[in-house]
């Protein structure tokens, strides 16, 4: 398809949106849950093309994000012992914790050190015997697997001095919990392409059976992601509510069960505290007993409490797509990400940095 022919196409799906949001005679919500498409939505200049009554709303999608002040705090308690080395991914450094950061622990002499993959943590810790190499085990469904394979990778290798500080999170716990949330309004998610990679789509189907609300998995490309909302629209204008792929070049219905496998070997559900939403059940995923010996936690447990978060930082109504990042008093100016209050301006696929970025000031959620 040339360029020309996908922005005729790209104007046909936004007149359809248009003529069936004025049928519909009401405004609608519709929340991207991945980080990554709010950027593509901001990026390709979505929001600006969509007809007025047609609002995107931008969910709990960042595992930066989402990752609670507590699990900052512990990373940075170890990462200040001796016989710690610290292996993350670089956007965690920046994140606050209750009163530092570990890019301030690193300026204090923890050795914290960037990875690219879990995988590139054993050979730190096959260097380092003396040490306890800790992984920031952060993430949704898609970055478990390569952790969990870390694990399994470092037991066949008889490397007995790696571990992980776990924190992944499972989307559709929280996708319930935003629907049973008064303050929450949306009439349809679209949903996370790399996610659904591994779980599939049958997750999701609790969205459509109990609360009546579509859901559409679609990839990052401009007109996925306009198909993906025409999808909802045709859905939401027929009385309608079911999962679709849009994905289907990537996202197989059944996702990838030995992805799933590998996880269910390490890993068991539990329940989670997420920023700015507090415990969900079964949300997250604590290594299994087998497997005690490599989780930091059990080694050296720490009692810290989840903490009040930052006066005037409004993160958590923000991921919960309950205010605009503009309507936090702090976005733009105490908050910008050169120097961050909130978690959400942290992040490359975080809210705030993207309305910064991209939209400062220039959109609505629209009705709540």
Not at 22 to 49: P, S
């Amino acid at each position: 398809m040339t360029k020309a022919e996908e922005r005729a196409l790209a104007k046909r799906l936004v007149a359809e949106i248009g003529r069936m949001a004025d049928e519909t005679e009401r405004n609608l919500r519709f929340m991207e849950v991945c980080g990554t498409h709010t950027v593509a939505i901001f990026r390709a200049g979505l929001r600006q093309m969509l007809p007025e009554g047609v609002a995107l709303v931008s969910g709990p999608g960042c595992p930066v994000c989402v990752t609670p002040d507590a699990y900052m705090d512990k990373a940075i308690a170890y990462a200040k012992r001796t016989d710690v080395i610290l292996a993350t991914f670089g956007d965690m450094l920046k994140v606050p914790g209750s009163a530092s950061s570990l890019a301030e622990a690193q300026a204090d002499g923890a050795d914290i050190r960037i990875v690219y993959s879990p995988m590139d943590a054993l050979p730190i810790a096959r260097d380092n015997p003396g040490k306890k190499v800790v992984f920031l085990a952060v993430g949704f469904e898609t970055t478990a697997p390569t952790a969990a394979g870390a694990v399994l990778a470092a037991k066949e290798a008889g490397i007995a001095n790696l571990y992980l500080l776990s924190a992944h999170k499972l989307v559709p716990p929280a996708l319930r919990a935003l629907l049973a949330d008064p303050l929450v309004a949306v009439d349809g998610f679209i949903l996370p392409g790399h996610v659904s990679v591994i779980t599939g789509l049958s997750c999701y189907s609790f969205l459509a059976d109990e609360f009546h609300t579509p859901g559409v998995v679609t990839g990052f490309e401009p007109l996925q992601i306009l198909r993906s909302l025409y999808r909802l629209m045709k859905q939401v204008s027929a009385g309608e509510a079911r999962i679709e792929n849009e994905y289907e070049s990537v996202v197989r219905a059944d996702g990838s069960p030995v992805a799933r496998r590998v996880v269910d070997m390490v890993y068991e559900e539990a329940d989670a505290a997420w920023r700015g939403i507090g415990i969900i059940p079964k949300s997250g995923l604590r290594m299994r007993e087998t497997f005690a010996d490599y989780d930091i936690e059990r080694l050296l447990p720490l009692d810290i409490p989840m903490g009040a978060g930052r006066p005037g930082c409004r993160c958590g109504e923000v991921l919960r797509g309950i205010v605009t990042p503009r309507e936090c008093p702090l976005f733009g100016g105490a908050c910008v990400p050169t120097h961050a209050v909130g978690p959400c301006m942290v992040s490359v696929e975080g809210v705030c940095a993207a309305w910064y970025k991209y939209g400062q000031g220039r959109f609505s959620y629209g009705r709540r």
